[in-house]
């Protein structure tokens, strides 16, 4: 799922340094807009779906730029070119697949593509974006088959979430019930909203987003992009 306008995405990273720090989801329709007027002391990367700088005004408007493979391979996207674009603009982390626990590519045949074109790059690396659909073969489920089906031998250095919900209180559900089942491994929030409850309730909305950002700041080995 792609984000109908810029999101803040949560990182847990291994450094203290890092906590409480945060970045930008870049869609292609904001291309018009400088993403330097969100730069501030939390606000430090950027990412655009894509292995290409983030179409703005202003390129990634001095931000850091974390290049994603969102599918095995695209037109936009060649997966020939992933370790070259990397090398060329200066990642020091990549992300990987967009959802595939949505149907994309099996777990296993992810694993393959995974250590065939991902463990290379001598960079910071997240495992697949998933989802945090509960249904059996989804979300932590298909995250679950695609680390056994590694084997091992998938390097990695943060597993990657995405949440869209209903509130406060179950997305801080989800995060915990992912720290419990992997506690030693830092967790990106790539994609996170909430939808807006039956009859509009702009103010829970409104009162979610200053709480999530805050949430993660308070979680041990957090940053928050």
Same mark, same amino acid.
């Given at each position: 799922?792609?984000? !109908? ?53 202003? @390129?990634?408007? @001095? ?25 060329? !603009? ?24 995974? $250590? ?13 974006? $998933? ?5 059996? @073969? ?36 989800? $995060? ?12 990106? $929030? ?9 009859? @509009?309730?702009?103010? !829970? ?21």
């Amino acid at each position: 799922m792609l984000a !109908q306008s810029f999101v803040l995405a949560a990182l847990f990273a291994s450094s203290p340094v890092l906590a409480g720090k945060r970045g930008l989801a870049w869609p292609y329709y904001n291309s018009p807009l400088d993403p330097a007027l969100l730069k501030s002391d939390p606000v430090v990367a950027i990412y655009d779906w894509e292995t290409y700088q983030p179409p703005s005004s202003n @390129g990634n408007g @001095g931000l850091e730029f974390i290049g994603m493979q969102r599918a095995t391979d695209a037109d936009s996207s060649p997966i020939g070119e992933l370790a070259s674009r990397a090398a060329a !603009q200066g990642w020091s982390t990549v992300f990987t697949l967009n959802e595939p626990d949505t149907g994309m590519i099996s777990a296993a045949d992810a694993a393959s593509w995974y $250590i065939t074109y991902v463990n290379p790059l001598n960079i910071k690396k997240a495992l697949p974006a $998933i989802t945090s659909s509960t249904s059996s @073969g989804q979300g932590l489920s298909w995250l679950a088959n695609f680390i056994s089906a590694c084997g091992g031998s998938c390097y990695y250095d943060y597993i990657n979430l995405h949440w869209y919900g209903g509130s406060f209180s179950d997305f801080q559900s989800y $995060i915990e019930g992912a720290h419990a089942i992997y506690p030693d491994t830092p967790f990106v $929030i790539s994609e996170f909203a909430l939808a807006n409850p039956a009859g @509009g309730a702009a103010d !829970q909305c409104v009162s979610y987003f200053p709480t999530s950002p805050s949430y993660t700041a308070k979680r041990r080995n957090t940053w928050s992009k």
